[in-house]
C-alpha cells in the first residue's frame, strides 16, 4: 500500500468491503508491476493520491459478485482493465476510440463509481488506484473494468495483457492499423514497445526497425519479430532515414515517453503517408517540438491509450492469440516476486534489470 509519496510501499493488511451492485470482488493470481506504479508512488504524478493500494497489471478468478453483475460469475477467469468499457457510453458505441466515459471522473479520484471506497484500515477509506488496486490479495471492481478470460491462459502471463502487452499491440493493430507489406520503426524496446513489434510482425509488416539504447532489449525485439535493430541516439532518424532509401517509416511508434524521442519518431515517418503513433507518456507539462513541415508534407501523429483496446472485448482476442502461438509472451517476463517484494519490483525496474517483474500470489 502506498502510504506517503517517495517512501517505500507498506505491505499489511486492510479490509476489503463485499462487493456492491455492479462491482466484483476478484482474487488475485499474479500482477505486473509497471512504470505508473512507481511513477505514482515516488510523487512525480501531481494527481496521485494517498493512501492506496497500487497495482493495475492483474489477473485472477472472481469469487463473488454484487447485484445485477450479469456478464461475470464466481470461478471466471480475468484480466484487470484500468480502461473500463461500458458498451454504452458515446464512446464506447463509437468504433474510433476506447475511452469509455462511464467512471473516469471517480476513478480519476480513487473512488469506485458510486464514489466510495471498497477498501477501509479502520475507519479511514484507502483509494482504489486506477480503479483496479491489483497489489494485493483480493479487489473490489467494476463489472465493466474485467476482461472475462480463457480459462487455458496462465494468469502469470495473462496478467500482462492488462497494460503494456495490449497497449504496444493495439498501438500497431488498432491505432496505426498497419497495413501488410509496410514498413515500421518501434523507438523504445520496454512492454509497449515490444508489444507494439509483435503487433506490426500480426498485421504483416515487411520490415520492423527496433530501436532502443540497450542491446539485450534489442535482442528481445528481434524475437517478437524486428528485422532491424539500431541503437538510439542522435542520430537515429537519419539512421531511419539511410535504411529507408532516404524516405522513413510508413509507421513509427513512440514507446518511451521521452519527448525527444517522439520528435524523432514524428521525423521518423515517411512523407506523404507515414503515421507517427505515440504510446509513452510524457513527464508532467512536457511539450512536443513538431516542426510544422512534416505535417504539411503529410505525415500524421496520433496518441494511443490502452492501444486502442476496448477491453472486455479485444483482450480477450489478444490472450486467444497468444495461446494459438501467435505472441510469444514468456520471454517478457524477467522476474517473479511475492507481494511483500513489491518494492525489489521497483528497484528492478529503476534498474531496467529485465523487462516485467510479476507478483505471484498463492
Ligand atoms: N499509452 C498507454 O496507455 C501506456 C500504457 C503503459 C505504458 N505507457 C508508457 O509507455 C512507455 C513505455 O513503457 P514501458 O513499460 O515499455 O517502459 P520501459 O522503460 O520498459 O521501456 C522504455 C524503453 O525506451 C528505451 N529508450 C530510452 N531512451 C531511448 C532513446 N533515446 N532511444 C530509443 N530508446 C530509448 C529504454 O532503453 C527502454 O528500453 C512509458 O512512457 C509508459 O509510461 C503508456
Ligand atoms: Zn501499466
Ligand atoms: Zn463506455
Not at 505486473?32 to 478468478?61: F, K, W
Not at 474485467?146 to 495483457?161: H, V, W
Amino acid at each position: 500500500m502506498l502510504e506517503e509519496f517517495g517512501q517505500p510501499l507498506a505491505v499489511g493488511d486492510v479490509e476489503l468491503e463485499e462487493p456492491h451492485a455492479g462491482e466484483v470482488l476478484v482474487r488475485l493470481a499474479a500482477c505486473g508491476v509497471c512504470h505508473t506504479d512507481l511513477y505514482t508512488a515516488s510523487g512525480a504524478d501531481p494527481s496521485g493520491y494517498a493512501p492506496a493500494v497500487l497495482g493495475h497489471e492483474g489477473a485472477g478468478v472472481v469469487e463473488r459478485v454484487g447485484e445485477g453483475v450479469g456478464s461475470l460469475a464466481p470461478g471466471d477467469h480475468v484480466v484487470t482493465l484500468f480502461s473500463p468499457q461500458c458498451r454504452e457510453c458515446v464512446h464506447c458505441l463509437s468504433p474510433k476510440t476506447n475511452l469509455c466515459l462511464a467512471i473516469r471522473e471517480q476513478q480519476n479520484l480513487g473512488y469506485l463509481p458510486d464514489g466510495t471506497t471498497r477498501l477501509h484500515r479502520g475507519g479511514e477509506r484507502i483509494r482504489h488506484f486506477m480503479g483496479t488496486s491489483t497489489f494485493a490479495e483480493c479487489t473490489v471492481m467494476p463489472e465493466i473494468a474485467l476482461a472475462k478470460i480463457d480459462p487455458a491462459a496462465p494468469m502469470d502471463r495473462a496478467c500482462l495483457f492488462a497494460c503494456g502487452l495490449s497497449t504496444g499491440l493495439g498501438a500497431a493493430i488498432n491505432t496505426a492499423k498497419v497495413e501488410p507489406g509496410s514498413t515500421c520503426v518501434v523507438f523504445g524496446a520496454g512492454l509497449v514497445g515490444l508489444g507494439a513489434v509483435a503487433g506490426c510482425r500480426l498485421q504483416g509488416a515487411d520490415r520492423i526497425v527496433a530501436v532502443d539504447l540497450s542491446e539485450d532489449r534489442l535482442e528481445l525485439a528481434r524475437g517478437q519479430g524486428a528485422t532491424d535493430a539500431l541503437i538510439g541516439g542522435p542520430d537515429s532518424v537519419a539512421q531511419v532515414l539511410a535504411i529507408t532509401g532516404g524516405f522513413g517509416a510508413d509507421y513509427t511508434f513512440e514507446a518511451t515517453g521521452n519527448v525527444a524521442v517522439m520528435r524523432q519518431a514524428v521525423e521518423a515517418a515517411r512523407m506523404g503517408w507515414g503515421l507517427c503513433t505515440v504510446a509513452g507518456v510524457a513527464g508532467k507539462g512536457q511539450t512536443l517540438d513538431i516542426v510544422p513541415r512534416f505535417l504539411i508534407t503529410g505525415r500524421r501523429v496520433a496518441g494511443s491509450s490502452f492501444g486502442g483496446v476496448k477491453g472486455r472485448d479485444q483482450v480477450p482476442e489478444l490472450v486467444r492469440r497468444w495461446l494459438d502461438g501467435d505472441i510469444d509472451v514468456d520471454p517478457l517476463i524477467s522476474h517473479r516476486i511475492t507481494l511483500d517484494e513489491v518494492n525489489r519490483g521497483f528497484e528492478l525496474m529503476e534498474g531496467q534489470d529485465g523487462i516485467r517483474s510479476v507478483i505471484e500470489y498463492s
